[in-house]
C-alpha cells in the first residue's frame, strides 16, 4: 500500500502508523503527510519523522478547489490509498470517487471514528458516548464514501467504561483502543479479509 495520511489534530493515529510501518514498507508505505491545519500536533510531532508533509488549509477556498489540491498533493507523491486519522472535514463526492476501486467495490479511503458505528456519527464522538452514560463503547474503522461515517465497515473493537470512569479515563482508553485497532484493520485490507 502506497499511502498518504490526512490528518488535522494531534496526530497520535499517524505517529502510531507510522512507526508500525516504517520496517515494513513492503506492506504499507507512508509516502507524505497532510494536514489541513496549522500548527496542528500532527505537523510537529512530523518533524521527527523522515515524511514529507504539505500544509494544505481550507481558509477561503471552496471545498473542490482545497481537495484539488490534496489531490494533487497526493499524487506528486504517488499515493493510491489515503488514511484519514483524526482528519476532520468530509470529503466531496467527486473527491472521493477519484479513489474508487472497481474490483474492491469501495473507496481506497480508510478512517477511523471513536464510536460504535452507527452510533455517534460525526463530530465529538467520545464526548456524545460518555455523556449517554451506555456501559461500554468502542472504535470503528471503515471505508470511506460519500456519507458521515457511513462506508462500509472493515472491524470495530469495543472497550467498557468504568463507573469511576471520568471522561479523560474513558477517552484514553478509547484511544489505546483506536491505535490497535488501525493497525489491525490495515492488516485485514492488505489480506482482502473484510468482507
Ligand atoms: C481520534 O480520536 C480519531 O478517532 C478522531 O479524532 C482523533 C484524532 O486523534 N477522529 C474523528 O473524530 C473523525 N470523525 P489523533 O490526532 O491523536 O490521531
Redesign the pocket.
Known amino acids: 500500500m502506497k499511502a498518504v495520511i490526512l490528518?488535522?489534530?494531534?496526530?497520535?493515529?499517524?505517529?502510531?502508523i507510522v512507526s508500525f510501518f516504517q520496517n515494513k514498507k513492503e506492506c504499507l508505505e507512508v509516502l507524505g503527510i497532510i494536514s489541513d491545519k496549522a500548527g496542528s500536533?500532527?505537523l510537529e510531532r512530523a518533524k521527527g519523522w523522515d515524511i514529507p508533509t504539505a500544509l494544505i488549509e481550507k481558509k477561503s477556498m471552496k471545498r473542490s478547489m482545497h481537495e484539488r489540491e490534496i489531490y494533487r498533493q497526493v499524487k506528486e507523491w504517488g499515493g493510491h490509498w489515503l488514511l484519514?486519522?483524526?482528519?476532520?472535514r468530509i470529503l466531496g463526492p467527486h473527491f472521493i470517487s477519484r479513489f474508487y476501486d472497481e474490483k474492491r467495490g469501495h473507496s481506497r479511503i480508510i478512517?477511523?471514528?471513536?464510536s460504535l458505528l452507527p452510533s455517534f456519527r460525526?463530530?465529538?464522538?467520545?464526548e456524545r458516548a460518555f455523556e449517554a452514560k451506555a456501559p461500554f463503547s468502542g472504535?470503528s474503522v471503515h471505508f470511506v464514501d460519500e456519507g458521515m461515517?457511513t462506508g462500509q465497515l472493515i472491524l470495530q473493537k469495543k472497550f467498557n467504561r468504568l463507573q469511576e470512569d471520568s471522561f479523560e479515563d474513558f477517552?484514553k482508553r478509547?484511544?489505546h483502543l483506536?491505535h490497535i485497532a488501525y493497525i489491525e484493520a490495515i492488516f485485514k485490507v492488505l489480506k482482502g479479509d473484510y468482507r
Open positions: 490528518a488535522s489534530g494531534e496526530g497520535t493515529n499517524a505517529e502510531n500536533g500532527v484519514l486519522a483524526g482528519y476532520m478512517n477511523i471514528h471513536p460525526g463530530l465529538r464522538a467520545y472504535v461515517d477517552k478509547g484511544q483506536e
